[in-house]
């Protein structure tokens, strides 16, 4: 340390910079010992050189760092202004009238070296106003670079994959039309070969019933004419014959009353009826339940519930009155009559009667024995008889699932129905305009089975339970 007189003592203060590059390091220790050497371009402030210093704020080195950088400072916070004092423009500390030539990271703003040693930025992390520019410039060549890269990466997206993808849609998309071309040629010639198909044997049909109408209609006027002719002459017989020839002719009149016994009576058969097998088709079945179960929800009826009225006392509605649960002996009770309870088998019905086109779906899992389908409310309710035991008359057809076994049944007959495995859900569509009631599986849409009916009143959802549960799905 210089003891010439007019020598100071400063304080050491950190200038250094966050990344400890090479700096203004000014450091106060423990003694308090003063600032030792260093020249001004290596950022360390000495002794020897506070004249200079506390005159201008920098050394009297003849640069400019500030207009070697292109750096202009903006005016300082903090009570300290930036001011332009010099013929150069060169930004000047307003309070110690000093070069501000120090970048304070702290505050972000231009200082100079009394505000950095003895100033408002005592303590703060400070760097040359140019090696900070240099890190600007830096900062800005990543920056731009990055850009740049990012611009480059965008133009390669552009003028490669865009214009590939550009060129592949066309080439996909004919693929895709040609695929789906083929799909719907193959289906509408499978169609057109059904429909001439069908059409042929309803013609076949047709015409054997047309055959059999105008055998039947010979006949019966060959058998018309005879029968008139032999009811003419017993007639004339009865009025012109007198007692003696009457009495003598009854080898005659027997004759002629048996010629007309033999003829008969009309009756009207199957055989002149349309079989209604003629126009059976398993594609156009599968085709048309898909089209149905496909097609608008409105189809699906919602707020189907079972009737209360109707549950027998096998049975347990839940509050929601859409799952039916068959009861053990112990938990029967015996509710209030109704006649329109079922009193012996475990049925119910629901309360909506159908005449449109519907669908609704039941949850069988839990259950393996029940039974789904439709009725005609006309079904009788009491006693243990077929008439009222679903599938078992004229007015019920329902699926039914025992002793793991599917079957269809009506009046009594069962058709065993083949499955590979029992089905979580049953879906019932029923067009009754169409008379058809078809069973399907709502997850894959297959057909269990399907029935051509002339229904001649509505229909109610009608099931039986006689294990576990069965729920109305929504």
Known sequence: MSSEPGSCELLAVSLEDDDSEPGLETRRDSSGSHLANGGSRTGILSAEGKDALLANGAPNSGTNPEADSGFTASPLDCGVAATSSSSEGTAMCAVHKSELDWFCKLDGK????????????????????????????????????????????????????????????????????????????????????????????????????????????????EALASLTDVRADLVHTLTHMDDSQLAVSGQKIAERVEEAEGVGEPRDTEQLNLDPGCSNSRLLQALWASTILSGPSGLTLEGLKFDERTI?????????????????????????????????????????????????????????????GVCYASM????????????????????????????????????????????????????????????????????????????????????AVADHSITLLH
């Open 110 to 221: 231009l200082v100079c070296s009394h505000c950095a040693i003895v100033g408002s930025c005592h303590g703060h992390r400070v760097t040359p106003v140019a090696r900070r520019a240099t890190d600007v410039r830096n900062q800005l060549v990543d920056v731009c670079e990055k850009i740049q890269l990012q611009a480059l990466r965008i133009e390669s997206f552009v003028n490669k994959t865009l214009i590939a993808k550009e060129r592949a849609l066309h080439g996909e998309s004919s693929r895709v039309r040609e695929r789906l071309m083929g799909q719907i040629s193959l289906v509408r010639e499978a169609l057109e070969e059904e429909e001439q198909r069908l059409l042929e044997e309803v013609q076949r049909e047709q015409d054997r019933i047309q055959q059999g109408l105008l055998t039947q209609r010979a006949h019966w006027t």
């Open 380 to 463: 009788l309710r009491k006693g243990s008889g077929n008439e009222s035991r679903l599938g078992y008359n004229a007015h019920s057809w329902v699926l039914s699932f025992y002793d793991d076994e599917f079957s269809f049944c009506h009046t009594g007959q069962h058709l065993p129905l083949r499955m590979l495995t029992k089905p979580e859900t049953v879906g019932v569509l029923l067009d009754w305009p169409g008379q058809t009631l078809l069973f399907y599986d709502p997850e894959s849409r297959a057909v269990f089975h399907t029935v051509y009916h002339k229904f001649t009143a509505p229909l109610l959802p009608a099931c």
């Open 312 to 372: 027998s006392p096998l049975l347990s509605l839940s509050e929601d009155q859409r799952t039916l649960t068959f009861l053990p002996k112990r938990a029967r009770r015996s509710p209030q009559y109704d006649p329109a309870r079922f009193d012996a088998w475990p049925n119910a019905l629901c309360s909506t009667a159908l005449s449109g086109t519907h669908c609704w779906v039941l949850e069988v899992r839990q259950s393996f024995a029940f039974k789904v």
